[in-house]
């Protein structure tokens, strides 16, 4: 009869314990994590060496302050700034200080005719102090071209005349419309016998003219449309100068002036040199226009005894002038020629 062997106990627990190792390192191994690559390295291969980071324990960690980015939430973006204030935008200039503004850039260049012409321009609408720093600055031009012995090229004011035997400085002017007073003082004659036939001289393309400002007490003188000079004026008392336009009449020096008793009232004649006589040296009338009559007036342009009187209105009417200024005025008007007007501005 064959024998049957008997498991020996021995060996059936150690078998047991084997499957219980074998079963334990099979849960484990499904449990643990997968393998990591190594990362690629710039040639392209895999593997090489990789550096071990040291392991980081919460001592070694140290928050990061936030930084902000451009991908900011609406709950957390900045309210924009208001935009800063603009400055306003500069006024364009008007023509005319365009005008004043070239004018000053050649009369500092010493281009008197270009100056002349550019602030003449500007002059015409103006307003102080542009106004009067335009014509401080003609004045100046004005001696140079006009009142001096040179013409500049390019002076269409101006010319050289040719004296001819016999000639006279009055007879020199007549068609010029300017005094012989004014001819012979541009050239520094004398004497009117001393000017010599054959000679050139200066002769100044006129006539001069006028313009009164009644509110500003000023009178301007101009050739043509270019500004020569300006003079302080007395008016009429009561506003009585006349408002218009006139012509130069007589010229006068020394004139008789009918004047007032003071004991009786009645009208007297007060000669030249009298200390009453209120009219300085000189007087210069003013006629209507010859559409008008051309009938002389009772007003004139003289000096004064009382200087004081200049920038108000004392006077009965006529237009009063320190007595050197009117002196001055004296060789520029032309009787029947010059135009004297009288603005009420």
């Given at each position: 009869m064959?024998?049957?062997?008997?498991?020996?106990?021995?060996?059936?627990?150690?078998?047991?314990?084997?499957?219980?190792?074998v079963?334990?390192?099979?849960?484990?191994g499904?449990?643990?994590?997968?393998?990591?690559?190594p990362?690629?390295?710039?040639d392209g291969?895999?593997?090489?060496?990789?550096?071990?980071?040291?392991?980081?324990t919460?001592e070694?960690?140290?928050?990061?302050?936030e930084?902000?980015?451009?991908?900011?939430?609406?709950e957390?973006?900045?309210?924009?700034?208001?935009p800063?204030?603009?400055s306003?935008?500069?006024?364009?200039k008007?023509?005319?200080?365009?005008?004043?503004?070239?004018?000053?850039?050649?009369?500092?260049s010493?281009?008197?005719?270009?100056?002349r012409?550019?602030?003449?321009?500007?002059?015409?609408?103006?307003k102080?102090p542009?106004?009067l720093?335009?014509?401080?600055?003609?004045?100046?031009?004005?001696?140079?071209l006009t009142?001096?012995?040179?013409?500049?090229?390019?002076?269409?004011?101006a010319e050289?005349?040719?004296?001819k035997?016999g000639?006279?400085?009055?007879?020199?002017?007549k068609?010029?419309?300017?005094?012989?007073?004014?001819?012979?003082?541009?050239?520094?004659?004398r004497?009117?016998?001393?000017?010599?036939?054959?000679?050139?001289?200066k002769?100044?393309?006129?006539?001069?003219?006028?313009?009164?400002?009644k509110?500003a007490?000023?009178?301007?003188?101009?050739?043509?449309?270019?500004?020569?000079?300006?003079?302080?004026?007395?008016?009429?008392?009561?506003?009585?100068?006349?408002?218009?336009?006139f012509l130069?009449?007589?010229?006068l020096?020394?004139?008789?002036?009918?004047?007032?008793?003071?004991?009786?009232?009645?009208?007297?004649?007060?000669?030249?040199g009298?200390?009453?006589?209120?009219?300085g040296d000189?007087?210069i009338?003013?006629?209507?226009l010859?559409?008008?009559?051309?009938?002389?007036?009772?007003?004139?342009?003289?000096?004064?005894?009382?200087?004081?009187?200049?920038?108000?209105?004392?006077?009965?009417?006529?237009?009063?002038?320190?007595?050197?200024?009117?002196?001055?005025?004296?060789?520029?008007?032309?009787?029947?020629?010059?135009?004297?007007?009288?603005?009420?501005?």
């Amino acid at each position: 009869m064959a024998r049957v062997l008997r498991p020996n106990r021995v060996g059936i627990a150690v078998i047991a314990v084997a499957v219980a190792v074998v079963i334990y390192l099979l849960v484990r191994g499904c449990g643990s994590e997968p393998q990591v690559q190594p990362p690629e390295i710039p040639d392209g291969t895999i593997g090489g060496p990789v550096a071990q980071t040291p392991p980081v324990t919460n001592e070694s960690v140290k928050p990061k302050p936030e930084i902000p980015t451009t991908d900011i939430s609406p709950e957390t973006k900045r309210k924009p700034k208001p935009p800063e204030p603009k400055s306003p935008a500069p006024q364009p200039k008007s023509v005319y200080e365009r005008w004043y503004a070239a004018g000053r850039k050649a009369f500092d260049s010493g281009d008197y005719i270009n100056a002349r012409n550019q602030l003449s321009q500007a002059l015409k609408g103006l307003k102080n102090p542009y106004r009067l720093n335009a014509k401080i600055q003609l004045g100046t031009i004005a001696n140079e071209l006009t009142f001096s012995r040179q013409i500049i090229a390019g002076d269409t004011t101006a010319e050289l005349h040719h004296v001819k035997p016999g000639e006279t400085p009055a007879g020199v002017v007549k068609d010029f419309g300017i005094t012989a007073e004014l001819f012979m003082k541009i050239n520094n004659i004398r004497d009117a016998r001393s000017m010599m036939a054959g000679k050139s001289y200066k002769v100044i393309k006129g006539p001069f003219n006028v313009v009164i400002h009644k509110k500003a007490f000023e009178m301007d003188v101009f050739l043509g449309n270019y500004f020569i000079k300006r003079y302080a004026i007395g008016l009429g008392r009561d506003n009585s100068s006349p408002v218009g336009e006139f012509l130069a009449g007589p010229r006068l020096e020394k004139p008789p002036w009918t004047g007032e008793d003071p004991k009786t009232g009645r009208r007297i004649l007060v000669p030249h040199g009298d200390p009453s006589y209120p009219l300085g040296d000189h007087w210069i009338s003013l006629s209507e226009l010859p559409e008008r009559g051309g009938k002389k007036t009772s007003y004139g342009i003289h000096g004064t005894n009382e200087p004081q009187s200049i920038g108000t209105m004392a006077s009965r009417g006529c237009i009063r002038m320190h007595n050197k200024d009117v002196a001055e005025l004296f060789d520029l008007l032309v009787s029947g020629k010059s135009r004297i007007t009288l603005l009420d501005d």
